[in-house]
């Protein structure tokens, strides 16, 4: 049992299936798999609850799997030269089909690596965290990081399709499940109230695992990045709305340099202080805030997660995001719950006072 | 004083210029430039030719440079990586636009950096080598080599415009513009007689350097080149016929590690071996396989030009390469001058004895 949404980038269209089970559906797999080599990319604690499944329904294949470590500090040109070289040492053809099964991570190389094999081999994106179900999985953004910063490296380049089983959920971490919440509160704030008050009411189901909920949650998300990057594939504008939380939180990743932060938890502080500052410009109404911060506590999210870097130190390391223009800092932020916009107008002393430990936040 | 091709790829579509003295031409470059941030890729003996009077004509930009050491063999990931390194480490912006002032190996690190640096910025080709301003500079195959053979990592992506001056060509030793006519001689070949019989009577002229007969085989070959890249930009199938004399010759730069031998003689070499493979198969008249072996001996090429493999390490060679399809080799050969077919129906053999020192040419 899967719903489909599809997404619509004219000749690289492809859909999205979400269901229970799904992932190992030889009619889904056959649909988007046209050669006879497969080349599955993942990690050694995900392939020990999901891959013989799935190797079972690929049984028809010539199949290859390569594993990458564990963790965001190995997102990088080193394990991408890695797959590469994998599929380079099994004779993999232009014809072969890479598998990325695993989280946010796992999909980033292993999009990044099908892009540039050959100059481009097809892949499958099957997410198992649900932060890659809802937002690192969609679109076509794939990257590894440089020392610089996050995601420098890598190129927009579609999937064939995106399987996210809510199935593969339930071995996750509660630290890991929950960092995902954090990106599924992100679109309700950027573009839907009502997903919002949805969230507010059904926060404890969700955090509970439960399968409505959670097949509902990741399936507003996905429809809500699908119409987004079909308007917008190479973020040119409007895609840039779905980085609410990013500019700050990318920084705080860089200073904890991937090591003891997720990706997730470090946007749930990234959307703390943007509602802040959003509240100090006098954008977003207080007691708006205040639900925000509310709806971000209830899920984990809170200043205090980690030590924070100092304000200045923060401030220098957004610079050297990829959404620098002309020196300036490009911001999003909110203009009411429910309505995202891009500015370079914030003076940088503004930012930096709700970096600071003065911030009510 | 320059002409216009177009390359109509819809949203990817540029322009080439062919001309003297047109790649400090202000306006071009202030039309494909749209930031103010430039990084120019080049290297130490180009440089000192043709960077002066390109910086001087891009004074009102910020401008960096980057260097690469001379060689095929630094055409590989970590020179690559040196590319982003040196954007990211000056601060280059989504905005920057990179400009590759070299031959084909300087245009496709650079085409290749240019695609992943923030997930794609905007570059211009500025070869300074004949085989790059009719071959390696349009179509936006870019790419770096790996241990295993030529080309395999890389990606297709256009540039903003291609800038072919004659002019850039005076400094070329005599080996090195000579090797680029191989690719002149392979557009007659695969689908213009009447361009292969101006090239019997023009060779002198062509190997003097004349203006005129370099501005016309420049132009009629990157027509040619433009015409089937729009057709076939992702080379699913026409565009593969760009690869005669290739498959063979790829084999060859894989032996000598790319270090002794041009990509243009090798391919020279290749288009040999293609030529007799297709007389040996009773498609191509062997008067016409006479006046193939004359042209490319007018221009320099024969089989003696350096040392080959055994046929059966040729062999192995040529299965690495990327038209491999199901194990098979996909080959391309010539009908008759004028037209050429891909193929894999070839039995190894036959390819093994033309491989050999048995063979006629």
């Given amino acids: 049992m899967y719903q489909v949404i599809d997404v619509d980038l004219g000749a690289q269209s492809y859909p999205i299936y979400i269901g229970q089970n799904c992932y190992v559906e030889r009619d889904i797999l056959a649909r988007h798999i046209h050669g006879r080599q497969v080349m599955i990319v993942t990690q050694e604690k995900i392939a020990q609850h999901y891959l013989p499944a799935l190797q079972k329904a690929l049984v028809d294949y010539h199949c290859?799997?390569?594993?990458?470590?564990d963790g965001e500090a190995h997102k990088n040109l080193q394990e991408w030269q890695n797959i590469i070289d994998a599929l380079l040492h099994s004779d993999h053809e232009r014809s072969t089909t890479i598998i990325a099964l695993g989280g946010g991570m796992i999909g980033d190389l292993a999009g990044f690596a099908a892009a540039c094999y050959l100059r481009g081999v097809k892949y499958l994106q099957i997410p198992t965290t649900l932060i890659a179900q809802v937002d690192a999985a969609i679109g076509g953004k794939t990257a590894v990081n440089h020392v610089l910063g996050k995601n420098l490296v890598g190129i927009f380049y579609q999937p064939q399709c995106v399987i996210a089983d809510i199935?593969?959920?339930?071995?996750?971490?509660?630290r890991d499940y929950v960092s995902g919440l954090a990106e599924v509160i992100k679109y309700a704030l950027?573009?839907?109230?009502?997903?919002?008050?949805?969230l507010e009411e059904n926060m404890p189901a969700l955090l509970a695992r439960e399968s409505s909920a959670l097949l509902y949650a990741i399936d507003t998300s996905a429809r809500i990045k699908a119409r987004i990057v079909e308007q917008?594939?190479?973020e040119q504008g409007l895609r840039s709305l779905l980085n609410l939380g990013h500019t700050f939180g990318h920084a705080l990743e860089t200073a904890a340099t991937y090591s003891d932060i997720r990706h997730g938890e470090a946007v749930g502080v990234g959307?703390?202080?943007a509602t802040q500052l959003s509240a100090d410009l006098g954008w977003l109404a207080v007691v708006d805030a205040e639900r925000v911060k509310n709806l971000l506590a209830a899920a984990g999210f809170k200043r205090q997660l980690f030590p924070l870097p100092e304000a200045s130190e923060w401030l220098r390391l957004m610079r050297h995001d990829k959404k620098t223009q002309d020196g300036k800092l490009n911001l999003i932020l909110l203009k009411k719950i429910g309505e995202a916009v891009m500015t370079s107008e914030v003076r940088e002393e503004q930012v930096k006072q709700v970096l600071g430990p003065e911030c009510r936040m």
Same sequence: chains 1, 2.
Avoid: G, H
């Avoid at 290859?64 to 470590?69: H, L, S």
């Avoid at 199935?167 to 509660?174: H, K």
């Avoid at 950027?190 to 949805?198: E, G, K, L, N, T």
């Fill in 64 to 69: 290859d799997v390569c594993y990458v470590p």
């Fill in 271 to 273: 959307l703390l202080i």
């Fill in 167 to 174: 199935n593969t959920l339930m071995t996750l971490s509660q």
């Fill in 232 to 234: 917008d594939e190479k």
């Fill in 190 to 198: 950027i573009c839907d109230a009502r997903f919002f008050v949805w």
